[in-house]
């Protein structure tokens, strides 16, 4: 029997779905799964001065702190894709300023552009400093913060994946909030068949995928943004300027971690389509689909939709 459950946990809608032997068998996985995410919430969430990362942010300039081997690989992975984008992913992004980008209702008129640009002065990987021997976390310098948003919904549902895997469900979805990952396949089907979402109609996809321990994560500027003279600007920010990437609507990434599809939807947005395509057909098993503000269509050269 298949069962589904929706929660609301890391600030976003997270669906889950279970294949299991029995409606007993069903709750406990998706109870499982659910507290697995909150666990790592707790770790990694900003908003509470119990985290581990609210802790790091609040030494930032002034101590190392330790954490735990979990968070600490977390960062030394997060690092490792910031140097194969050039800087385009980088989790010290939460350094900005929030007052030259909410995003909200209010904002009616663009930042200026040399403040915007010094705004994300303290944007630099480089200066997150990790010591293997005492598993700490330092940032070099006072004012920088770090944050998840890039990757920590990929990673949390790819760790459910492997719990549940490992606990004996035999198939599933986790899917937070179009970061999803896929095991096993489902009742009396091959595959799983996963829809891909235009930003112009989040509710209808255009196209599907038919997958099977892959994971899919779209980043697109559907997700948050603000119209300002008629103009939409999108929540991705490039590092480089300070202001919202143009040209992209969304980046669609599949490929067989949800971890590492979230963490490059974003840069590939920053680096652009011939850039971006560019370094995608270099990766083995990782598949990319973009879609400009035209609304052409890109591919990387794997690619196989319905």
């Not at 979402?197 to 943004?225: M, Q, R, W």
Request: with cysteine.
């Amino acid at each position: 029997m298949q069962k589904k459950r929706i929660e609301k946990l890391m600030g976003n809608r997270f669906d889950f779905t279970v294949e299991a032997e029995n409606e007993t068998e069903a709750d406990f996985f998706l109870e499982t799964a659910i507290s697995e995410i909150k666990r790592i919430e707790s770790k990694l969430t900003t908003f509470n001065n119990e985290s581990e990362t609210f802790r790091i942010n609040e030494n930032a300039g002034k101590q190392a702190v330790e954490v735990s081997e979990e968070t600490y690989r977390l960062i030394e992975r997060s690092k490792k894709i910031s140097d194969l984008t050039q800087g385009a992913f980088d989790i010290s992004y939460g350094s900005v300023d929030k007052k030259f980008w909410n995003f909200d209702t209010k904002m009616t008129k663009l930042p200026d552009k040399d403040l915007a640009k010094k705004s994300v002065g303290l944007i630099n990987y480089k200066n997150i400093i990790l010591n293997e021997e005492k598993k700490t976390v330092f940032l070099k310098n006072e004012g920088m913060r770090i944050g998840f948003g890039g990757i920590g919904k990929g990673y949390a549902a790819e760790k459910c994946r492997t719990l549940l895997k490992s606990l004996g469900a035999k198939a599933g979805i986790v899917n937070a909030s179009g970061d999803l990952t896929t095991w096993g396949t489902p009742e009396n089907k091959e595959k799983w068949t996963i829809g891909i979402v235009h930003p112009d109609f989040k509710d209808e996809p255009f196209s599907y995928l038919e997958i099977a321990d892959l994971a899919v994560a779209t980043s697109g500027n559907y997700e948050k943004f603000v119209m300002i003279g008629g103009k939409k600007y999108s929540h991705t920010i490039d590092p480089k300027t300070g202001f919202p990437v143009q040209g992209i609507k969304s980046v669609t990434i599949i490929c067989p971690n949800a971890e590492i599809s979230d963490a490059l939807a974003t840069p590939v947005t920053i680096m652009g389509i011939e850039a971006g395509l560019g370094m995608i057909n270099q990766m083995k098993n990782i598949s990319c689909i973009i879609i400009d503000d035209q609304n052409n269509f890109y591919y990387s050269k794997n690619i196989n939709l319905l």
